[in-house]
């Protein structure tokens, strides 16, 4: 039913606004080339290797139980040169990972996997190695993040984007504007899709939506908070509040619903021109109905089955109950803010996904400059720690070898006398 629900408030999406000054919307304009071009990443000093004698020395050294070093694994990365060599390097960071140095995996690493795994086709391992962070040390920086996600937008593979927000969301990582609009734009592109979602996924778009929201000013951030803590509300509803911020940095204060109408609360007294989207207001809508209906078909059963009610009563959360007592009290409070909003021209009949793209044309390109300055600066800062990482090795290699001849002198000394 809840499924049914987010179909039908989402599915004018697609219908509304085909034309007038919303006909752009079907174009793609997201990073520019300058953005995502690759000739200040590929401009590095190059460490030509042979990937083969490197990937044997880590073999040997592993083998030995001696660290392999940073640079190492970096130098492995940096030269792959194709879709074969990517499944390698996995291996090889999967094994750094689990080694002694594993905290010193270095973020140009981590940038250079996922460059590398877009240039060479191999996207779902950037992605894979993305979600299972733990197993592999990927941690990206916010440019990072955002190359991975405009990737997967262009090919309007909007579940993948998803997936890469929703990393971003774990890691905190909405600091940049051009982060902040390249996530809503993917989570409401991809919610446009009516797509079946499981709990674990409203979970994660949910709290997606609503931290991405919370860095955008006007009518867009409050329309994904509401949404956001209506996805929220409707998992806590199911399956109570630990199952909502269980692994997530959110709230554990019970009351997501309440959030939401609270959301509302607050766009309806404001007297800005701040507006909340209708398919939010109309999804939390549908949900508290949806939820109204549920709880009114068990209350039934409750009443043929006396028995198991005890047992039920003691299974369920004491404030998880509490919060579920509260629907009729939620219902009743949101037909008076949605009248509310309506009478005062609070409710914007665009759906989410077309404000959202509005914002892309109005905001992104201005945002770029100053990531591409940043990262401008980031790169000249890596480049020079890893020439420093080089320096080092080279001279404790040469103070190796000078011991190693020390010794051998010494020992053929000892011979001699």
């Known amino acids: 039913m809840a499924a049914y629900t987010l179909k039908r408030c989402l599915g004018?999406?697609?219908?509304?606004h085909k034309c007038g000054n919303h006909r752009f919307i079907a174009r793609r304009c997201l990073l520019s080339t300058?953005?995502?071009?690759?000739?200040?990443?590929?401009?590095r000093e190059k460490d030509h290797q042979n990937l083969a004698l490197l990937a044997s020395l880590m073999d040997r050294t592993y083998d030995r139980n001696f660290p392999v070093s940073s640079l190492s694994i970096s130098r492995f990365v940096d030269n792959i040169s194709s879709r074969e060599e990517?499944?390698?390097a996995e291996y090889y960071l999967y094994k750094f990972r689990h080694s002694p140095n594993c905290w010193y995996l270095r973020d140009w690493t981590v940038h250079s996997w996922v460059r590398q795994c877009l240039r060479y086709g191999a996207r779902d391992k950037a992605l894979h190695t993305l979600k299972n962070k733990v197993q592999y040390g990927m941690f990206p920086d916010d440019f990072t993040f955002n190359i991975l996600i405009d990737s997967f937008i262009k090919d309007e593979d909007f579940k993948?984007?998803?997936?890469?927000?929703?990393?971003?969301?774990?890691q905190e990582s909405f600091d940049l504007p051009t982060t902040q609009i390249l996530s809503l734009y993917a989570l409401s592109n991809y919610l446009a899709t009516k797509p079946e979602l499981s709990m674990s996924e409203e979970r994660a778009l949910g709290a997606s939506l609503l931290i991405s929201g919370l860095k955008q000013d006007g009518s867009i951030g409050l329309s994904a908070q509401l949404l956001g803590c209506a996805l929220l509300g409707k998992v806590e509803m199911g399956a109570g509040i630990h199952a909502v911020f269980r692994g997530m940095p959110l709230m554990w204060t019970?009351?997501?619903?309440?959030?939401?109408?609270?959301?509302?609360?607050?766009?309806?007294a404001a007297p800005g021109d701040d507006k909340l989207s209708k398919d939010a207001v109309d999804y939390l809508e549908g949900l508290l109905q949806d939820l109204s209906s549920a709880s009114d078909s068990s209350s039934g059963e409750d009443d043929e089955s006396g028995v198991e009610e005890g047992k039920k009563e003691e299974e369920v959360d004491e404030d998880d109950q509490a919060e579920r007592d509260k629907l009729p009290l939620y219902a009743s409070r949101f037909k008076v803010l949605s009248g509310q909003l309506q009478s005062r021209g609070k409710v914007d009949p665009s759906p989410l996904q077309v404000l959202v793209s509005i914002l892309v044309q109005q905001s992104?390109?201005?945002?770029?400059?100053p990531d591409m300055e940043q990262y401008q600066r980031?790169?000249?800062?890596?480049?020079a720690e890893r020439q420093q990482l080089i320096r080092r090795e080279k001279e404790m290699r040469e103070r190796a070898e000078e011991e190693r001849r020390a010794h051998q002198a010494?020992?053929?000394?000892a011979k001699q006398g």
């Open 86 to 88: 990517v499944d390698q």
């Open 34 to 43: 300058s953005y995502t071009d690759t000739k200040l990443w590929d401009a």
């Open 160 to 170: 993948g984007a998803c997936s890469v927000v929703e990393e971003v969301m774990l």
């Open 254 to 268: 019970p009351g997501y619903v309440g959030r939401a109408l609270a959301v509302m609360e607050r766009v309806a």
């Open 378 to 383: 980031k790169v000249g800062e890596w480049e």
């Open 410 to 413: 010494a020992k053929a000394a």
């Open 12 to 16: 004018a999406v697609n219908v509304i």
């Open 364 to 369: 992104l390109a201005s945002a770029e400059g």
